[in-house]
């Protein structure tokens, strides 16, 4: 069982390149969330969606950009990367944002930006 | 910023002892969610609790949810080398609109 898959899983980029994250997830979920995990930080949110063709923005947005065209699929982008965005990313998703929201995740993807 | 205060940061534990974590905050919260995270792997939720005063296990491990909807605690009896990790704690609350906040993490260190 797949559940939450994220790719790439490493990356290294330089300064003012571009890339996108791919989240896929199989278990027909509606919600779907991108977090960045610093140490010493835990998780925060960067932006999330409650169904396909729509996104909100969660509590750290600023340089990224996300698109949710199919529902198994979160989409993360970097238009012009930082060495402030080096971080771990993870994707999550879960069945209803209810008050139980219990989010399941991927195994994370690590980038650097030099 | 961190609305969870989790302590304490890291903890450095002989095989067999018993360990305890705590997550507080001056918000109350419907939810408290306790995950792990390996080395390299993402968070796996390890209990959910959801009624003040509840009280719940999965194997060696206990978690409470707080009477006053403010805090949890996470129990580990008898650790062993694989509890190694990192420990985190999430709530639910309506007024950060059912979205998940995470405490900054328990780092889990055990000696064989």
């Known amino acids: 069982n797949a559940g939450v898959t994220q790719t790439p899983k490493f990356r290294v980029l330089k300064t003012g390149q571009s890339m996108t994250l791919l989240c896929a997830q199989d278990?027909?979920?509606?919600?779907m969330y991108w977090y960045r995990q610093d140490p010493g930080m835990g998780l925060r949110l960067i932006h999330y969606?409650?169904?396909?063709?729509?996104?909100a923005k969660g509590e750290v947005p600023d340089g990224y950009n996300v698109s949710r065209l199919k529902k198994q699929n979160f989409l993360l982008g970097l238009e012009s990367a930082a060495p402030s965005q080096t971080s771990v990313y993870f994707c999550?998703?879960?069945?209803?944002?209810?008050?139980?929201?219990?989010?399941?995740f991927g195994a994370g993807t690590r980038l650097s930006v030099l | 910023g961190q609305q969870l205060n989790q302590s304490p940061q890291s903890m450095f534990i002989q095989e067999g002892e018993d360990v305890s974590m705590n997550c507080t905050s001056s918000?109350?919260?419907?939810?408290w969610l306790w995950y792990k995270q390996d080395p390299g792997e993402g968070p796996v939720l390890l209990i959910a609790?959801?009624?003040?005063?509840e009280l719940t296990s999965n194997g060696r491990l206990t978690a409470q949810f707080g009477i006053t909807r403010k805090d949890s605690f996470l129990n580990i009896s008898a650790s062993i080398p694989s509890d190694v990790g990192i420990y985190f704690c999430?709530?639910?609350?309506?007024?950060?609109?059912?979205?998940?906040?995470f405490g900054a993490g328990t780092i889990l260190r055990v000696k064989s």
């Open positions: 278990m027909n979920h509606e919600y």
């Open positions: 918000s109350i919260f419907n939810t």
């Open positions: 999430a709530g639910v609350s309506a007024g950060y609109g059912n979205k998940l906040v």
């Open positions: 609790l959801y009624k003040a005063g």
């Open positions: 969606s409650v169904g396909e063709g729509t996104t």
């Open positions: 999550a998703s879960s069945y209803y944002g209810t008050s139980e929201n219990i989010q399941y």
